[in-house]
């Protein structure tokens, strides 16, 4: 009989094991394994494109891009596509980023050059900052 009472563990991450460049964290009360680290790409301007690896980028016709996509066998990532689309700027010559759409989680999630603060979740208008699908995307 000892004089300490037993420990009772509360860290689900205790009896989970992650893969290489994952970690284990609490999210609802539920272990997940989620990435290490993080890769950026963005579009802004007139029309001015980064990819994950740094290359530079402009396109200046009307055209929709695809930003981002998961593609392939990878199963450690949640399905996703990112779209930018462009618009004349007074001329037919250059033009800008006038929208970008995420699909992700089922939602469809549009950001407007002319909104501010905001973004368009499912076409409804939802203030920025904003956490989607328990915490899951920010």
């Known amino acids: 009989h000892s004089l300490y009472p037993k420990r009772i563990v509360s860290d689900p991450c205790i009896y989970t094991k992650c893969v290489a460049k994952e970690k284990c964290r609490?999210?609802?009360?539920k272990a997940e394994c989620q990435p290490i680290g993080g890769a950026v790409?963005?579009?802004?301007?007139?029309?001015?494109?980064?990819?994950?690896?740094?290359?530079?980028?402009?396109?200046?016709g009307t055209c929709k891009y695809t930003i981002a996509k998961t593609c392939g066998t990878e199963t450690s990532l949640p399905s996703f596509k990112v779209e930018a689309k462009n618009a004349n700027r007074g001329s037919t010559k250059v033009?800008?980023?006038?929208?970008?759409?995420?699909?992700?989680?089922?939602?469809?999630?549009?950001?407007?050059?002319?909104?501010?603060?905001?973004?368009?979740?499912?076409?409804?208008?939802s203030n920025l900052p904003l956490l989607l699908h328990d915490g899951k995307l920010k």
């Open 26 to 29: 609490v999210v609802n009360g």
């Open 41 to 60: 790409c963005w579009a802004s301007g007139d029309p001015h494109y980064s990819t994950f690896d740094g290359q530079k980028y402009d396109f200046q």
């Open 95 to 125: 033009s800008y980023v006038d929208l970008v759409n995420i699909y992700v989680y089922d939602l469809n999630i549009t950001v407007l050059r002319r909104e501010h603060s905001l973004v368009r979740v499912n076409d409804l208008k």
